[in-house]
Protein backbone atom coordinates (compact mmCIF):
# COMPACT_ATOMS: atom_id res chain seq x y z
CA UNK A 1 0.00 0.00 0.00
CA UNK A 2 1.60 3.18 -0.99
CA UNK A 3 0.44 4.52 2.76
CA UNK A 4 2.17 8.27 2.44
CA UNK A 5 -0.11 8.97 -0.70
CA UNK A 6 -3.51 7.56 0.29
CA UNK A 7 -3.27 8.82 3.99
CA UNK A 8 -2.30 12.54 2.28
CA UNK A 9 -5.39 12.14 0.24
CA UNK A 10 -7.75 10.94 3.08
CA UNK A 11 -6.13 13.33 5.35
CA UNK A 12 -6.42 16.08 2.99
CA UNK A 13 -9.91 15.64 2.03
CA UNK A 14 -10.94 15.32 5.63
CA UNK A 15 -9.22 18.77 6.67
CA UNK A 16 -11.24 20.25 3.95
CA UNK A 17 -14.52 18.92 4.94
CA UNK A 18 -13.66 20.56 8.57
CA UNK A 19 -13.67 17.21 10.22
CA UNK A 20 -11.67 16.01 13.07
CA UNK A 21 -10.58 12.74 13.21
CA UNK A 22 -12.73 11.71 15.78
CA UNK A 23 -16.12 13.01 13.67
CA UNK A 24 -15.35 11.27 10.50
CA UNK A 25 -14.99 7.81 12.47
CA UNK A 26 -18.03 8.30 13.99
CA UNK A 27 -19.70 9.67 10.92
CA UNK A 28 -18.73 6.38 8.75
CA UNK A 29 -19.40 3.99 12.11
CA UNK A 30 -15.64 3.21 12.68
CA UNK A 31 -13.57 3.31 16.02
CA UNK A 32 -11.11 6.46 15.95
CA UNK A 33 -8.33 3.35 15.94
CA UNK A 34 -9.64 1.44 13.32
CA UNK A 35 -9.68 4.60 11.05
CA UNK A 36 -6.08 5.53 12.05
CA UNK A 37 -4.93 1.83 11.28
CA UNK A 38 -6.62 1.47 7.87
CA UNK A 39 -5.13 5.22 6.86
CA UNK A 40 -1.98 4.28 8.44
CA UNK A 41 -1.76 0.93 6.42
CA UNK A 42 -1.50 -1.04 9.78
CA UNK A 43 -4.54 -3.29 8.34
CA UNK A 44 -2.91 -5.17 5.63
CA UNK A 45 -6.30 -5.67 3.25
CA UNK A 46 -8.60 -3.23 4.49
CA UNK A 47 -12.24 -3.72 3.94
CA UNK A 48 -13.52 -1.97 0.66
CA UNK A 49 -17.01 -0.96 2.46
CA UNK A 50 -14.48 1.07 5.01
CA UNK A 51 -12.89 3.09 1.76
CA UNK A 52 -16.58 3.65 0.15
CA UNK A 53 -17.91 4.74 3.70
CA UNK A 54 -14.69 7.04 4.03
CA UNK A 55 -14.94 8.24 -0.10
CA UNK A 56 -18.73 9.12 0.29
CA UNK A 57 -18.33 11.26 3.64
CA UNK A 58 -15.70 12.87 2.16
CA UNK A 59 -16.27 13.09 -1.60
CA UNK A 60 -13.35 11.22 -2.51
CA UNK A 61 -12.91 8.70 -5.77
CA UNK A 62 -13.58 5.47 -4.46
CA UNK A 63 -11.54 4.18 -7.54
CA UNK A 64 -8.69 6.77 -6.59
CA UNK A 65 -8.39 5.59 -3.56
CA UNK A 66 -8.64 2.11 -4.07
CA UNK A 67 -5.71 2.79 -6.22
CA UNK A 68 -3.52 4.79 -3.93
CA UNK A 69 -3.97 1.84 -1.34
CA UNK A 70 -3.03 -0.81 -3.70
CA UNK A 71 -6.30 -2.48 -4.68
CA UNK A 72 -5.81 -1.60 -7.96
CA UNK A 73 -8.15 0.32 -10.27
CA UNK A 74 -11.66 -0.98 -9.95
CA UNK A 75 -13.66 1.08 -13.12
CA UNK A 76 -10.65 1.15 -15.68
CA UNK A 77 -11.01 -3.28 -15.13
CA UNK A 78 -14.29 -2.93 -16.33
CA UNK A 79 -13.66 -0.20 -19.67
CA UNK A 80 -15.34 2.40 -17.86
CA UNK A 81 -13.11 5.14 -18.05
CA UNK A 82 -15.17 8.44 -17.74
CA UNK A 83 -16.39 7.57 -14.50
CA UNK A 84 -12.84 7.04 -12.99
CA UNK A 85 -11.79 9.19 -10.66
CA UNK A 86 -15.06 10.36 -9.76
CA UNK A 87 -16.32 11.20 -5.96
CA UNK A 88 -19.48 9.43 -4.67
CA UNK A 89 -21.51 12.38 -4.97
CA UNK A 90 -20.93 13.01 -8.46
CA UNK A 91 -21.27 9.59 -9.40
CA UNK A 92 -24.76 10.09 -7.41
CA UNK A 93 -25.36 12.74 -9.78
CA UNK A 94 -24.70 11.48 -12.56
CA UNK A 95 -27.36 8.58 -11.89
CA UNK A 96 -30.10 11.10 -10.91
CA UNK A 97 -29.40 12.97 -14.34
CA UNK A 98 -29.64 9.57 -16.12
CA UNK A 99 -33.05 8.66 -14.26
CA UNK A 100 -34.42 12.23 -15.14
CA UNK A 101 -33.33 11.71 -18.57
CA UNK A 102 -35.05 7.88 -18.67
CA UNK A 103 -38.04 9.22 -17.41
CA UNK A 104 -38.41 12.01 -20.43
CA UNK A 105 -37.47 9.77 -22.30
CA UNK A 106 -40.54 7.24 -21.46
CA UNK A 107 -43.14 10.31 -21.53
CA UNK A 108 -41.53 11.35 -24.89
CA UNK A 109 -42.10 7.37 -25.84
CA UNK A 110 -45.55 7.81 -24.63
CA UNK A 111 -46.56 10.78 -26.57
CA UNK A 112 -45.12 9.21 -29.89
CA UNK A 113 -47.42 6.15 -29.11
CA UNK A 114 -50.41 8.03 -28.29
CA UNK A 115 -49.84 10.08 -31.68
CA UNK A 116 -49.69 6.97 -33.71
CA UNK A 117 -52.78 5.37 -32.02
CA UNK A 118 -54.87 8.51 -33.45
CA UNK A 119 -53.25 8.13 -36.47
CA UNK A 120 -54.35 4.79 -36.93
CA UNK A 121 -57.70 5.18 -35.61
CA UNK A 122 -58.17 8.02 -38.46
CA UNK A 123 -56.93 5.32 -41.10
CA UNK A 124 -59.11 3.21 -39.70
CA UNK A 125 -61.99 5.78 -40.23
CA UNK A 126 -60.87 6.65 -43.72
CA UNK A 127 -60.62 3.07 -44.78
CA UNK A 128 -64.22 2.72 -43.58
CA UNK A 129 -65.49 6.04 -45.77
CA UNK A 130 -63.61 4.67 -48.18
CA UNK A 131 -65.36 1.05 -48.39
CA UNK A 132 -69.10 2.91 -47.87
CA UNK A 133 -67.83 5.03 -51.05
CA UNK A 134 -67.49 1.77 -52.61
CA UNK A 135 -71.08 0.33 -51.84
CA UNK A 136 -72.74 3.47 -52.34
CA UNK A 137 -72.72 5.37 -55.15
CA UNK A 138 -74.36 8.25 -53.50
CA UNK A 139 -72.22 8.86 -50.19
CA UNK A 140 -71.90 12.02 -48.46
CA UNK A 141 -67.65 11.35 -47.89
CA UNK A 142 -66.53 12.60 -50.93
CA UNK A 143 -63.27 11.81 -52.09
CA UNK A 144 -61.17 14.85 -51.57
CA UNK A 145 -62.64 14.56 -47.60
CA UNK A 146 -60.85 11.07 -47.84
CA UNK A 147 -57.69 12.17 -49.37
CA UNK A 148 -57.98 15.22 -47.00
CA UNK A 149 -58.08 13.12 -43.89
CA UNK A 150 -55.44 10.59 -45.29
CA UNK A 151 -52.77 13.97 -45.66
CA UNK A 152 -54.09 14.90 -42.35
CA UNK A 153 -53.09 11.22 -40.92
CA UNK A 154 -49.23 10.94 -43.09
CA UNK A 155 -49.22 14.82 -41.49
CA UNK A 156 -49.36 13.89 -38.05
CA UNK A 157 -46.86 10.82 -38.55
CA UNK A 158 -44.55 13.04 -40.38
CA UNK A 159 -44.40 15.47 -37.38
CA UNK A 160 -44.18 12.71 -35.00
CA UNK A 161 -40.73 11.31 -37.01
CA UNK A 162 -39.57 15.67 -37.10
CA UNK A 163 -39.57 15.43 -33.53
CA UNK A 164 -38.07 12.02 -32.84
CA UNK A 165 -35.16 12.37 -35.41
CA UNK A 166 -34.77 15.94 -33.80
CA UNK A 167 -33.87 14.05 -29.98
CA UNK A 168 -31.49 12.44 -31.60
CA UNK A 169 -27.83 12.99 -31.38
CA UNK A 170 -26.41 14.11 -35.02
CA UNK A 171 -23.75 11.44 -34.72
CA UNK A 172 -25.96 8.91 -34.22
CA UNK A 173 -26.38 6.16 -36.83
CA UNK A 174 -30.07 7.54 -37.53
CA UNK A 175 -29.76 10.98 -36.38
CA UNK A 176 -30.87 12.98 -39.10
CA UNK A 177 -33.43 10.73 -40.79
CA UNK A 178 -36.63 11.82 -42.24
Request: aromatic share 6%; proline share 2%.
Amino acid sequence: MAITDFKNMVENARKLKGYSQRELSKRIGLSQSTYNDTINGKIKKPDIDIFKKIAEELDLSLDLMLKESGYGESFSIYGIDKYKNKSTKELKHLLDEYKKSELRLLEFDKQKRDTANKVRQKLTTTINHVKLMKQEKENSNTIDKVIDEIEDALNQLEMVEKKYNDKLPKDSPSGGLV
